[in-house]
């Protein structure tokens, strides 16, 4: 195994992880600040003080005030709803590449500090593999890079897959990411001398 960090500098958040017969390109869930001062933009929000102090403080006001049984159920589910939340972070997105297999999205959630507690999975055998593109689209006011995967269907239209759908990184990432793939599955040695912003 062989774990590499491209972009050391401008996303450190980036790494390629080569095993012997596939190949993960990873993106973690946060980034360097955009004002160049090195400071880390998490994308995950970690535990603080206030998050066990919640639930017994709604324990004991249930408690003190003898309310009924339905009061106490939503507080039970409200309290579970938070640690659902708190517990299924995207820590993690990946695209694995099998080269004579074809292409794994995985999402990998949970808490920051401990090991991922799910993890979503989708495959598309080369077979189905039609294209693998960098495409551009529209997210709120934002123009966002993303990487496409368009699959073959029974019927006449392609499916489209996106990868790293929930952590959104930069087109520098994209674009690593999608030479690894066109080098590794379509075997074509992709260079361009202008990357946009």
């Given at each position: 195994?062989r ?21 993960e ?31 017994v ?6 408690q ?75 997210r ?16 006449r ?41």
């Amino acid at each position: 195994m062989r774990h590499t960090r491209p972009l050391p500098h401008t996303h450190p958040e980036f790494s390629i992880i080569e095993y012997s017969g596939f190949c993960e390109y990873r993106v973690e869930n946060w980034r360097l600040a955009r004002d160049g001062s090195g400071r880390i933009v998490h994308g995950t929000v970690m535990w603080t003080w206030v998050d066990p102090v919640v639930p017994v403080v709604l324990s004991v006001i249930w408690q003190k005030l003898r309310w009924s049984v339905l009061i106490g159920i939503f507080l039970v589910l409200l309290t579970a709803v938070f640690i659902w939340f708190r517990c299924s972070q995207v820590l993690h997105e990946s695209v694995l590449i099998f080269p004579q297999y074809g292409i794994q999205l995985e999402c990998h959630r949970g808490f920051p500090t401990l090991r991922p507690l799910f993890v979503s999975r989708r495959f598309i055998h080369l077979s189905t593999l039609q294209d693998f593109v960098i495409h551009e689209g529209l997210r709120r006011w934002d123009v966002r890079y993303f990487l496409a995967i368009f699959k073959r269907s029974s019927s006449r239209d392609p499916l489209i897959e996106v990868a790293f759908e929930n952590v959104w990184p930069h087109f520098a990432v994209l674009l690593e990411v999608y030479r690894g793939v066109h080098g590794s599955i379509f075997g074509e040695d992709i260079d361009f001398s202008e990357e946009p912003d």
